[in-house]
T-cell receptor
């Protein structure tokens, strides 16, 4: 059973508009949530994260919102640019007994920003 | 250039063969990770290492072996490749145990096809 879900496989948005990518999770013990961006033939690149004790984190055009009661987070990109076209992965961090963190990834959402 | 590099980028082999995927990082990060990416599953953790000579299993370790004799290298070996191990493999590293404020950094991946 997937603990981190991205239910929208794809999303298309006009350039300049807002992109909203969604992610749901099941485990209330996750302590951090992260978003990664991935271009074809490249590795995932860290974008932004949020601690479970916060409800919002902002970095330039990217804002992540966390709703703990709904076990839901979203990534807002404003304004969207063609270079934002990529696959976006939501991840939640938990930790092994050893203390090392493990990331549990969603299946990704492909964002296409139309010029 | 500093960073994390994976080799080879593409590999085709046959079932039953042994194959080793290489991962090298120049940051001197203590923590290193191997993931596989498959359609419908996102990225799943295979093995991780907290330091040289310390390795442990992730979510999907069966059929894989790792070693970490030097901090900068973390090879992944498929001892007897099977078709179900056809996937894209990503190596990652992080300075600290992880979490959201010290995210993992990924290489560009190895696309492995097993015929």
């Amino acid at each position: 059973d997937q603990q981190v879900k991205q239910n929208s496989p794809s999303l298309s948005v006009q350039e300049g508009r807002i992109s909203i990518l969604n992610c749901d999770y099941t485990n209330s013990m996750f302590d951090y949530f992260l978003w990664y961006k991935k271009y074809p033939a490249e590795g995932p690149t860290f974008l932004i994260s949020i601690s479970s004790i916060k409800d919002k984190n902002e970095d330039g055009r990217f804002t992540v919102f966390l709703n703990k009661s709904a076990k839901h987070l979203s990534l807002h990109i404003v304004p969207s640019q063609p270079g934002d076209s990529a696959v976006y992965f939501c991840a939640a961090s938990d930790h092994f007994a050893s203390g090392t963190y493990k990331y549990i990834f969603g299946t990704g959402t492909r964002l296409k920003v139309l010029a | 250039d500093a960073g994390i590099t994976q080799s080879p980028r593409y590999k085709i082999t046959e079932t039953g063969r042994q194959v080793t995927l290489m991962c090298h990082q120049t940051w001197s990060h203590s923590y290193m990770f191997w993931y596989r990416q498959d359609l419908g599953h996102g990225l799943r953790l295979i093995y991780y290492s907290a330091a040289a000579d310390i390795t442990d299993k992730g979510e999907v370790p069966d059929g894989y072996v790792v070693s970490r004799s030097k901090t900068e290298n973390f090879p992944l070996t498929l001892e007897s490749a099977t078709r179900s191990q056809t996937s894209v493999y990503f190596c990652a590293s992080s300075e600290a145990p992880g979490g959201g404020n010290q995210p993992q950094h990924f290489g560009d991946g190895t696309r492995l096809s097993i015929l």
